[in-house]
Structure formats: C-alpha cells, structure tokens
C-alpha cells in the first residue's frame, strides 16, 4: 500500500476495512513462519516470543497514534484507514525489533551462563547490537577477573587455615558478638573441648580476659595480659596477646593468641623454692657435719674412737643430705615439665616387676617379701617409664621402711574399678590402679591429706633415723599429676596402709586387641 493511499482523505474503492484487516493478519501470519527477510537467525533469535515483540512494538507505535488520532480528529483520514495504518505500523515495528530483542535475550542467557569468561566458544553469536556484544565483552572479563580473584581467596583461605590447623599455640579468634568463629586445635586440647562456634565466656571463665576482649572489640586497641589455665590438677601459664581484626560490614574481630610461659614460671618458682628447701633442711645435717669437724680438729685430735664414731655420723649425715638434694632436684624436674603430657606406651606391669627386682634386697633385709600380682594382659599406659619407675620404687621404699618386719608388702595391678573422684574425667573411663600394701603401723586420719606436701612428716624423728626426706609421696604426686592420674591413700591405724596410683590405659589399644576393662 502506497503513502498517498493510507494518507489521503479518500478510500480505496477496490479494498474494504475488513479486507485491509485480513491481509494485514496475512503478513502477520507470513512472519511467524517466515526467516526474516531471508536472514538467518541464531537459535536464541528463534526464542524470543512473538508476544514480547508485539508488546515492544505497541509501545513504539504510540508517536504515531497520536498522529493519526491527530489526523481523525481533523477529518484529514478515516478511522479505518487510520486503524489499517496503526496495525502495519504495529506489524512493521515488531519486524524491526524482534532481532534486537532476540539479541537481548541471548545476552542474558549468557550473562546467566556460569561459563562465561572460559572462553571465546561461549560467547552469543549477536548479529544486530553492537551494545550487547560489548557488554557480553566486559561481563566476560569482569567474570573472567572475579573467578581468578576468588581463586586467590580460596587459596588464601586454604593457607591460613593450614597456618591455623598446624600453629602449635592456642589461638582463638572471636567475632563482634564475642562467639569463637575459629580455632587451632592447640586451643581445643588446651581446654579440653570443643570451642568453636561457643561463646568465650563459655570458654574462657575469666572476667579480666572477656573485659579485655570486649574492649578491643569496641576500641580496636590491642591488649595483653597474664592468664592462669587449670590443665587437671595442674595450672598452665600464659601470656595473652588480643589483637583487632577489621572484618566485614565493619565489624571489628579480635584473635586471642596464647603463648605458654609454664616453664619460665616454673623454673622461676623451682629456683625460689629449691632455695628455700634446701637452706631449711640442708641446715641441721650441715650444722652437725661441722660441728663434728670441729670437735675433731680440737679436743679430740687425738681420739681414734672418737674420729672413728664421729666420721661415721658424718658420713651419715652426708648421704642425708646428698638424698635430699637427689630428690629435690628430682621434684623440681618433675614439676619443671608436669604440664608436658607423655604419650610413650609403657608396659606397667614390666616397670612394677623392675621395681621389684631392685628392691628386693633391701627388703630381705628386714625379712620383707615383695609379692606382685599382675594380671596375664594388661594394656599399656601413656606415659615415661623412667619416672613411673621412681613412682613404683618410692612407694615400695616407704612400704618397705615403715612396714614391719617379716611381713610381706603386695604390689597389684588391676583394670578398671572404680577410681576416686580425684581422678581426672577424662581418664574416668578407662583406668587402672597400681597400689602397694604394706602391714605397718598405718597412718592416723588427719594426716593423710598432708602426706604428699613437702618435708611433711608423720613422725619426723623416726623418718630421719630410718633415712627419709620427706619429699618421696611429693615426687609421686606430681608424677602421677603429669600422668593425668590420680593418687589416693587409704590407711588404718595398727593394720598398715594401701597407696593406690590410678592412670588412664590406651583406650585405643583395648580397641585393637580385644581386651576391656
């Protein structure tokens, strides 16, 4: 149809309204199937809806109708002619937008492609928009960007926390609600738990330490402080260090990094108390020793009995005080390193029949017997065979010192039993008990619970005469605390006494041989 048809005051006597109407809904039809204009279009050209192109076009075609509204108006056309013109201008627009449109919509198909930026062979085959090849362009690098950047923070992420999994010190990292977003397993062994995800008040029972954490987290001023940490029956010491961590959305984190000064405290504490041990009981045999030498250098220069006696109580008093020193530096080694759990499988049985072995001799001499019973299989204990050892051979000295003469000390061993509640909760489960009986005279009551604190004595005159520092149950203790055990003294006046030692077994090892407890 020609312009100066649709736009002349006239009507096409060959042509009516509806046959306009028709032929229009012809071509209409003829688009649907036909390629358009000959062109072939990609596939996401084929999927656009006719409906979307049509809805497009109606918009478009809103200028006009206000034309020919115009033009109606002004009886310059026909309302027929004008509703014809309105429908090929409809039908004309969404000729002309259906590619764009298709080229549109493989531009989002391809910016929801999670493919995209891997390569060329991904991108859309975009025929008529300049625009959406360059914004495919960019969008394909700037994922092709973010993809190698994310790769990098996985990275990143992955090497921190192998730094945090194999750090050997507690480290605790909080968030702004002070919950324990992550931690190094150091920290979970250090409090015996699991912490993560758990607040720190659970965690950390300190007011100092969460008033300093909260105030790092408010003031991102970083802060230290000394912390004392119960390990089971001992204290660990620490040196706490809070440092700010900026975080997302401006939240502020803080990391609690724990470096261990036990031994440096220890050491500090060994040194003061080995001082102040030593010059308190080294004192009176040191005392005798010279006084003895002076007697012997003066009034009985020339006494060979004297010399004779007064050399013997010397060498004596010698041996007491080199004794003690043995067993204070035994103690101060041993505390020194209590916090340091062994984990060396020892075969107790073996370390009780060695102790045994030693013994015997000075046990004969009073007419002792060392009788030991030791089940047939017994699993192995965590632990040092050197200082498990002294344990056994301490508390069979003092069996056998205190005992009477001609009656037998027992040394048994035996698995599971129920331990005191001393014992630690973690080894509850599976223990066994190691315990040395004697038929003594037995200990009163009241001093039991004094019987492993330093140089405490029952009866200190006859524990000097028959050799003792009273330092040996102090040595067992803290052994046995280093052991994760627990010692328990049970004793009746008159009918001897039972000192138990209970340690936890390798849970593991029962598992693999079939033995229980």
Same mark, same amino acid.
Request: proline share 8%; with cysteine.
């Given at each position: 149809?020609?312009?100066?048809?649709?736009?002349?005051?006239?009507?096409?006597?060959?042509?009516?309204?509806?046959?306009?109407?028709?032929?229009?809904?012809?071509?209409?039809?003829?688009?649907?199937?036909?390629?358009?204009?000959?062109?072939?279009?990609?596939?996401?050209?084929?999927?656009?809806?006719?409906?979307?192109?049509?809805?497009?076009?109606?918009?478009?075609?809103?200028?006009?109708?206000?034309?020919?509204?115009?033009?109606?108006?002004?009886?310059?056309?026909?309302?027929?002619?004008?509703?014809?013109?309105?429908?090929?201008?409809?039908?004309?627009?969404?000729?002309?937008?259906?590619?764009?449109?298709?080229?549109?919509?493989?531009?989002?198909?391809?910016?929801?492609?999670?493919?995209?930026?891997?390569?060329?062979?991904?991108?859309?085959?975009?025929?008529?928009?300049?625009?959406?090849?360059?914004?495919?362009?960019?969008?394909?690098?700037?994922?092709?960007?973010?993809?190698?950047?994310?790769?990098?923070?996985?990275?990143?992420?992955?090497?921190?926390?192998?730094?945090?999994?194999?750090?050997?010190?507690?480290?605790?990292?909080?968030?702004?609600?002070?919950? *324990?977003?992550?931690?190094?397993?150091?920290?979970?062994?250090?409090?015996?738990?699991?912490?993560?995800?758990?607040?720190?008040?659970?965690?950390?029972?300190?007011?100092?330490?969460?008033?300093?954490?909260?105030?790092?987290?408010?003031?991102?001023?970083?802060?230290?402080?000394?912390?004392?940490?119960?390990?089971?029956?001992?204290?660990?010491?620490?040196?706490?260090?809070?440092?700010?961590?900026?975080?997302?959305?401006?939240?502020?984190?803080?990391?609690?990094?724990?470096?261990?000064?036990?031994?440096?405290?220890?050491?500090?504490?060994?040194?003061?108390?080995?001082?102040?041990?030593?010059?308190?009981?080294?004192?009176?045999?040191?005392?005798?020793?010279?006084?003895?030498?002076?007697?012997?250098?003066?009034?009985?220069?020339?006494?060979?009995?004297?010399?004779?006696?007064?050399?013997?109580?010397?060498?004596?008093?010698?041996?007491?005080?080199?004794?003690?020193?043995?067993?204070?530096?035994?103690?101060?080694?041993?505390?020194?390193?209590?916090?340091?759990?062994?984990?060396?499988?020892?075969?107790?049985?073996?370390?009780?029949?060695?102790?045994?072995?030693?013994?015997?001799?000075?046990?004969?001499?009073?007419?002792?017997?060392?009788?030991?019973?030791?089940?047939?299989?017994?699993?192995? *204990?965590?632990?040092?065979?050197?200082?498990?050892?002294?344990?056994?051979?301490?508390?069979?000295?003092?069996?056998?010192?205190?005992?009477?003469?001609?009656?037998?000390?027992?040394?048994?061993?035996?698995?599971?039993?129920?331990?005191?509640?001393?014992?630690?909760?973690?080894?509850?489960?599976?223990?066994?008990?190691?315990?040395?009986?004697?038929?003594?005279?037995?200990?009163?009551?009241?001093?039991?619970?004094?019987?492993?604190?330093?140089?405490?004595?029952?009866?200190?005159?006859?524990?000097?005469?028959?050799?003792?520092?009273?330092?040996?149950?102090?040595? *067992?203790?803290?052994? *046995?605390?280093?052991?994760?055990?627990?010692?328990?003294?049970?004793?009746?006046?008159?009918?001897?006494?039972?000192?138990?030692?209970?340690?936890?077994?390798?849970?593991?090892?029962?598992?693999?041989?079939?033995?229980?407890?």
């Amino acid at each position: 149809m020609s312009p100066k048809f649709l736009f002349s005051g006239q009507s096409d006597p060959d042509h009516s309204v509806g046959s306009r109407i028709l032929a229009g809904t012809v071509a209409v039809s003829c688009l649907q199937s036909a390629p358009d204009q000959g062109l072939t279009m990609p596939e996401a050209h084929r999927s656009v809806s006719l409906s979307r192109c049509v809805r497009v076009a109606l918009i478009g075609s809103v200028p006009p109708v206000g034309v020919l509204i115009g033009l109606v108006t002004l009886g310059r056309l026909p309302v027929g002619d004008a509703l014809l013109s309105w429908f090929c201008i409809v039908v004309g627009l969404t000729v002309l937008v259906r590619p764009f449109l298709a080229d549109l919509a493989a531009v989002a198909a391809c910016l929801r492609d999670d493919r995209l930026g891997e390569g060329s062979h991904h991108l859309p085959d975009l025929r008529f928009s300049e625009t959406g090849r360059d914004i495919v362009q960019a969008a394909a690098t700037l994922r092709s960007e973010i993809r190698q950047r994310l790769k990098q923070s996985e990275h990143m992420a992955n090497l921190h926390g192998s730094l945090i999994t194999n750090m050997p010190q507690p480290l605790i990292l909080v968030g702004q609600d002070q919950i *324990v977003l992550t931690a190094s397993p150091a920290a979970g062994t250090l409090f015996a738990r699991d912490v993560v995800n758990r607040p720190l008040a659970s965690v950390l029972r300190d007011p100092p330490v969460l008033e300093a954490v909260a105030g790092t987290l408010q003031s991102g001023v970083p802060r230290s402080l000394n912390l004392v940490v119960p390990s089971g029956p001992v204290e660990r010491y620490f040196d706490l260090k809070i440092e700010p961590v900026p975080a997302l959305e401006g939240d502020r984190q803080a990391v609690l990094l724990f470096h261990d000064v036990t031994v440096l405290v220890r050491a500090e504490k060994m040194r003061a108390d080995f001082v102040a041990n030593a010059s308190h009981e080294l004192r009176t045999p040191l005392t005798g020793v010279i006084g003895f030498l002076e007697t012997l250098n003066g009034p009985a220069r020339d006494d060979p009995d004297a010399r004779e006696r007064f050399l013997g109580i010397m060498y004596q008093q010698a041996l007491r005080m080199k004794r003690l020193i043995d067993d204070l530096m035994s103690l101060s080694q041993v505390e020194l390193h209590e916090h340091a759990h062994p984990t060396e499988a020892v075969n107790l049985a073996l370390v009780a029949s060695d102790a045994v072995a030693v013994l015997e001799p000075q046990a004969e001499e009073r007419g002792i017997s060392l009788v030991l019973d030791v089940p047939g299989s017994l699993p192995p *204990v965590p632990g040092d065979a050197d200082e498990l050892s002294q344990v056994v051979q301490n508390l069979l000295t003092n069996a056998i010192r205190y005992g009477q003469d001609k009656r037998p000390v027992t040394v048994e061993i035996r698995v599971g039993g129920k331990p005191p509640p001393s014992m630690p909760r973690n080894g509850r489960d599976h223990c066994l008990s190691l315990t040395v009986r004697d038929h003594g005279v037995g200990i009163p009551r009241e001093h039991i619970p004094r019987l492993t604190e330093r140089f405490y004595r029952v009866d200190p005159v006859r524990s000097r005469q028959l050799g003792g520092t009273g330092l040996g149950l102090a040595i *067992v203790k803290h052994i *046995v605390n280093r052991h994760r055990g627990t010692l328990h003294i049970d004793s009746t006046p008159g009918q001897g006494s039972a000192f138990s030692v209970w340690l936890p077994y390798m849970e593991q090892h029962c598992h693999q041989t079939g033995k229980t407890g």
